[in-house]
Nanobody
Framework: QVQLVESGGGLVQAGGSLRLSCVAS????????MGWFRQAPGKEREFVAG????????KHADSVKGRFTISRDNAENTVYLQMNSLKPQDTAVYYC???????????????????WGRGTQVTVSS
């Protein structure tokens, strides 16, 4: 069983930055592929970014490319999402996800992840 706890959300003005963190426990962190998803009010949960076990491969949604960066620190059991140039449309609950199977592959679909955190709210004001 893997437990995930997100932090770092908050209220920020458009154009500002936030860094989300997700700490994992219950499994060797370097055995996990990790991802970030988000869900805005009235919308479905969507993929934001993913990273494989070694951080040698990452993917970002087109909507955040050039603004958001996923990274991980295996020594700290933590995956990060650096969010720059935030826009009001980035307002959502952000979720961390983990998968044990095939951790060398970056995963972009919700059903490819087994473990989920409870989420952290990000609100961007205009």
């Amino acid at each position: 069983q893997v437990q995930l706890v997100e932090s770092g959300g908050g209220l920020v003005q458009a154009g500002g930055s936030l860094r989300l963190s997700c700490v994992a426990s219950g499994r060797t962190f370097s055995d996990l592929a990790m991802g970030w998803f988000r869900q805005a009010p009235g919308k479905e949960r969507e993929f934001v970014a993913g990273i494989n076990w070694s951080a040698g491969s990452t993917k970002h949604a087109d909507s955040v490319k050039g603004r958001f960066t996923i990274s991980r620190d295996n020594a700290e059991n933590t995956v990060y999402l650096q969010m720059n140039s935030l826009k009001p449309q980035d307002t959502a609950v952000y979720y961390c996800a983990a998968q044990v199977l095939s951790p060398w592959m970056v995963k972009t679909a919700q059903n490819q992840y087994t473990y989920w955190g409870r989420g952290t709210q990000v609100t961007v004001s205009s």
